[in-house]
């Protein structure tokens, strides 16, 4: 017998092993579970939801939700500062600022903004995007920061303007 042949017998074989073991399983039907559903004869009676008041402890999540929105504009910029709502702020230092950063730029183009915050922390600063709404339109800062001390931050700011030939200065801090 040659090759092609031992080949084409062999397959046949397998073939009518797999029919032998696998038919019988299939056509059987000991296999197949039927299910028996009675139908429902009278309806589901849905339960009322409860009044939130009844279930949700007394809060003034509602109180404080209302406060925001009202401290806030329909663009989700804050009313007292300008600055987005969640970012860090940046504002005008005074004899109280306890937290500092170094603004190191502000951009009207955000992908500028991004674009030179990535320049930063390639240079080895924890840079960030401030996006702020000021007279002259939406200002997207770059600042480094925060910094705790006064003195560190003024050298930081010296540093930023050489090495990136800016001209950054000192701004408040606050979440």
Do not use: C
Not at 28 to 40: Q, R, Y
Not at 56 to 81: F, I, R
Request: net charge negative; glycine share 6%.
């Amino acid at each position: 017998m040659d090759e092609f042949m031992r080949y084409r017998v062999t397959g046949a074989l397998f073939l009518f092993a797999v029919a032998v073991i696998v038919l019988p399983m299939i056509f059987d039907g000991e296999g197949v579970a039927t299910v028996h559903v009675d139908p429902i004869e009278e309806p589901i009676e849905v339960p009322s939801v409860p009044d939130l008041a009844d279930v949700a402890p007394a809060s003034d999540y509602l109180e404080d939700a209302k406060v925001l929105s009202e401290a806030v504009d329909e663009e989700g910029y804050d009313t007292t500062h300008g600055t987005r709502l969640g970012q860090p702020v940046l504002t005008l230092p005074s004899e109280e600022t306890a937290v500092w950063a170094v603004q190191t730029g502000s951009f009207a183009d955000r992908d500028n903004a991004l674009q030179f915050r990535e320049q930063l922390r390639k240079g080895g600063f924890e840079a960030f995007v401030s996006t702020a709404k000021t007279d002259e339109g939406i200002r997207h800062r770059v600042a480094v920061g925060p910094v705790l001390d006064q003195g560190e931050a003024d050298q930081l700011r010296e540093l930023i303007s050489e090495k990136f030939d800016t001209t950054a200065r000192l701004m408040a801090f606050s979440t």
